[in-house]
């Protein structure tokens, strides 16, 4: 059975950093493409950074220069370091993990950006 686990999401001030992790299990880790997403309430789901099997990363705009997307194949943990949040940062993220035609999404964990 496939899983995926987001953690580390929370309440933050603008300007402060978070770590998100994404622990995945009954996949072969080092193998899939790993994807973050977000999700803001009303919004569509949108993406966020991709890192490939061979670990090349790819941001989107609005994040670029202020997250970092990583990945621990001996571990299976997918992880984004979240520098300088601002409000609109504030969302539901989720991780993704796709080979050919499968993937597989987490749960997802609440990130919330707020003086």
């Known amino acids: 059975q496939v899983q995926l686990v987001e953690s580390g999401g929370g309440l933050v001030q603008p300007g402060e950093s978070l770590r998100l992790s994404c622990a995945a299990s009954g996949i072969i880790f080092s193998v899939y493409n790993m994807r973050w997403y977000r999700q803001a309430p009303g919004t569509q789901r949108e993406w966020v950074a991709t890192?490939?099997?061979?670990?090349?990363?790819i941001y989107a705009d609005s994040v670029k220069g202020r997250f970092t997307i990583s990945r621990d194949n001996a571990k299976n943990t997918l992880y984004l370091q979240m520098f300088s949040l601002k409000p609109e940062d504030t969302a539901v993220y989720y991780c993704?993990?796709?080979?050919?035609?499968?993937?597989?999404w987490g749960q997802g964990t609440q990130v919330t950006v707020s003086s």
């Open positions: 890192i490939t099997d061979r670990s090349n990363t």
């Open positions: 993704k993990a796709d080979i050919g035609l499968s993937e597989y």
